[in-house]
């Protein structure tokens, strides 16, 4: 059994969405030949809610080493309260010291947090071990180029200061990867283009998948839902998520629908009730909305309720399992593809999707004839689609609830954990098996 150390900054009770990259991953690995070991930051430095019932889907198999993180209540009146780079030093003398105690065969890091990476480089020189950087999302994208922190979600100087931090780190890091892992394989061709020297390199396109398991845990355990009820005769057409600067422009689209469907078809728009919940990247109930503003814009903020703060994992489980259905909204940005895909699907409700169609949430859905999708391009903006979103949420409406067929989950088997998990240990291998004196050295 070969041996991987997996850094996951964010990992059970956490409830942070980066959490669920190792915590899917990890279990399935033995199975095709690789034991992790995870290292990850002690639970009384988080600054999100923990949630003990999200930890007790860890299998007691996986071994998890937790390292002290600055504590934050200080580190913010300096203005640093990212966890990555609190837990940096943490997070690099915890893999220091259990790769000086024991044997592993590769080393892989997550993120986000981005600086957790630069662990790579250094742990690769220093124990001579491959390391596989992965991308959960973009590091250099359209935050601090064409949207940010400033008024209406244009860049400001922060926003605009955080990417070129990430690209600094990126050409630091990026170059010295032995393999690199991505949600999409756009993502990581879009670093290949910033740094032509990883154009032979190996990658992976590699989704955020399932677990069937998770919502076999929510329906033998179920959860009290506080947002609606799911048996009052409406339809509850709900989006759990963070919703990105990058997604407003297809948000708008969507209100712009409902506003069209209330001028035209007023009795069915009053059944309507579009619920968006855990739309900011922020856990505390200060969280900024984002979708209320824009609704009452458009005359439609009777039907759309937001909660901002994120919400807790199966809580999201039991919405998405309740909800008449669950809606996906992709961004302007072409390599978008949401982790929230395989999650909405197990939860076998219908879906209607809006995507860029150089998704590859488009491909994967047409593939099912999984979802009502509406897609739009480059040249079609998504404020084209008004009147296709228009018609989808007629028959949303007014058709029976039915649930996903089962053929259409099956179809989609080679994203669950354990397929993707398998994948992942395919790369292992071909890293690990590669000859010492081929593996990239410092640039």
Same mark, same amino acid.
């Given at each position: 059994?070969?041996?991987?150390?997996?850094?996951?900054?964010?990992?059970?009770?956490? @409830?942070?969405?980066?959490?669920?990259?190792?915590?899917?991953?990890?279990?399935?690995?033995? /199975?095709? !030949? &690789?034991?992790? @070991?995870?290292?990850?930051?002690?639970?009384?430095?988080?600054?999100?809610?923990?949630?003990?019932? %999200? =930890?007790?889907?860890?299998?007691? $198999?996986?071994?998890?080493?937790?390292?002290?993180?600055?504590?934050?209540?200080? @580190?913010? *009146?300096?203005?640093?309260?990212?966890?990555?780079?609190?837990?940096?030093?943490?997070?690099?003398?915890?893999?220091?010291?259990?790769?000086?105690?024991?044997?592993?065969?590769?080393?892989?890091? @997550?993120?986000?947090?981005?600086?957790?990476?630069?662990?790579?480089?250094?742990?690769?020189?220093?124990?001579?071990?491959?390391?596989?950087? +992965?991308?959960? #999302?973009?590091?250099?994208?359209? &935050?601090?180029?064409?949207? !940010?922190?400033?008024?209406?979600?244009?860049?400001? &100087?922060?926003? /605009?200061?955080?990417?070129?931090?990430?690209? %600094?780190?990126?050409?630091?890091?990026?170059?010295? =990867?032995?393999?690199?892992?991505?949600?999409?394989?756009?993502?990581?061709?879009?670093?290949?283009?910033?740094?032509?020297?990883?154009?032979?390199?190996?990658?992976?396109?590699?989704?955020? !998948?399932?677990? *069937?398991?998770?919502?076999?845990?929510?329906?033998?355990?179920?959860?009290?839902?506080?947002?609606?009820?799911?048996?009052? !005769?409406?339809?509850?057409?709900?989006?759990?998520?963070?919703?990105?600067?990058?997604?407003?422009?297809?948000?708008?689209?969507?209100? /712009?629908?409902?506003?069209?469907?209330?001028?035209?078809?007023?009795?069915?728009?009053?059944?309507?009730?579009?619920?968006?919940?855990?739309?900011?990247?922020?856990?505390?109930?200060?969280?900024?909305?984002?979708?209320?503003?824009?609704?009452?814009?458009?005359?439609? #903020?009777?039907?759309? $309720?937001?909660?901002?703060?994120?919400?807790?994992?199966?809580?999201?489980?039991?919405?998405?399992?309740? =909800?008449?259905?669950?809606?996906?909204?992709?961004?302007?940005?072409?390599?978008?593809?949401?982790?929230?895909?395989?999650?909405?699907?197990?939860?076998?409700?219908?879906?209607?999707?809006?995507?860029?169609?150089?998704?590859?949430?488009?491909?994967?859905?047409?593939?099912?004839?999984?979802?009502? *999708?509406?897609?739009?391009?480059?040249?079609?903006?998504?404020?084209?689609?008004?009147?296709?979103?228009?018609?989808?949420?007629?028959? *949303?409406?007014?058709?029976?609830?039915?649930?996903?067929?089962?053929?259409?989950? #099956?179809?989609?088997?080679?994203?669950?954990?354990?397929?993707?998990?398998?994948?992942?240990?395919?790369?292992?291998?071909?890293?690990? +098996?590669?000859?010492?004196?081929?593996?990239?050295?410092?640039?």
């Amino acid at each position: 059994m070969r041996r991987v150390l997996m850094v996951s900054p964010h990992f059970p009770p956490d @409830t942070n969405a980066g959490t669920h990259r190792v915590r899917l991953l990890a279990p399935h690995l033995p /199975r095709y !030949g &690789w034991q992790p @070991t995870v290292v990850s930051v002690d639970p009384r430095d988080y600054e999100g809610r923990l949630d003990p019932t %999200l =930890a007790e889907l860890v299998p007691s $198999s996986v071994q998890v080493i937790r390292c002290r993180a600055l504590n934050p209540r200080y @580190t913010r *009146l300096l203005g640093v309260g990212d966890l990555g780079l609190r837990a940096l030093n943490g997070l690099y003398r915890t893999c220091t010291e259990l790769l000086r105690r024991e044997a592993f065969d590769a080393v892989f890091v @997550t993120t986000y947090p981005v600086y957790p990476a630069l662990l790579g480089p250094r742990l690769k020189q220093r124990f001579a071990i491959p390391f596989i950087l +992965d991308y959960q #999302d973009p590091w250099v994208g359209e &935050w601090g180029r064409s949207v !940010g922190a400033g008024p209406n979600g244009t860049p400001d &100087w922060k926003s /605009r200061l955080s990417r070129s931090v990430a690209a %600094l780190i990126e050409a630091y890091v990026a170059p010295r =990867a032995d393999a690199l892992v991505a949600v999409s394989a756009s993502t990581y061709e879009q670093v290949q283009a910033r740094h032509p020297t990883l154009q032979t390199r190996p990658c992976l396109e590699l989704p955020i !998948g399932g677990e *069937l398991a998770d919502f076999d845990q929510t329906r033998r355990h179920p959860r009290r839902n506080p947002y609606f009820d799911p048996g009052d !005769g409406l339809c509850h057409l709900c989006y759990v998520g963070t919703l990105l600067p990058t997604g407003l422009e297809t948000l708008r689209a969507l209100l /712009r629908a409902a506003a069209l469907l209330r001028v035209r078809q007023p009795t069915v728009y009053a059944r309507l009730r579009l619920r968006f919940l855990g739309t900011s990247n922020q856990t505390g109930e200060g969280a900024p909305a984002r979708v209320l503003p824009i609704a009452q814009e458009f005359g439609v #903020d009777d039907c759309v $309720s937001e909660i901002p703060a994120r919400i807790d994992y199966l809580d999201a489980l039991t919405v998405l399992t309740q =909800a008449s259905a669950i809606l996906l909204l992709g961004s302007s940005e072409r390599h978008y593809t949401a982790s929230k895909l395989y999650p909405a699907l197990l939860a076998r409700r219908p879906l209607l999707a809006i995507y860029h169609d150089a998704s590859t949430v488009v491909a994967a859905l047409r593939h099912a004839s999984a979802a009502r *999708l509406v897609t739009y391009n480059d040249e079609h903006r998504a404020e084209s689609c008004v009147e296709a979103i228009y018609q989808q949420l007629c028959a *949303l409406v007014e058709a029976p609830r039915v649930d996903l067929p089962v053929e259409a989950i #099956d179809a989609f088997a080679d994203f669950s954990a354990d397929a993707l998990a398998g994948k992942l240990a395919a790369l292992f291998d071909l890293v690990r +098996d590669c000859d010492p004196a081929a593996r990239i050295e410092e640039p």
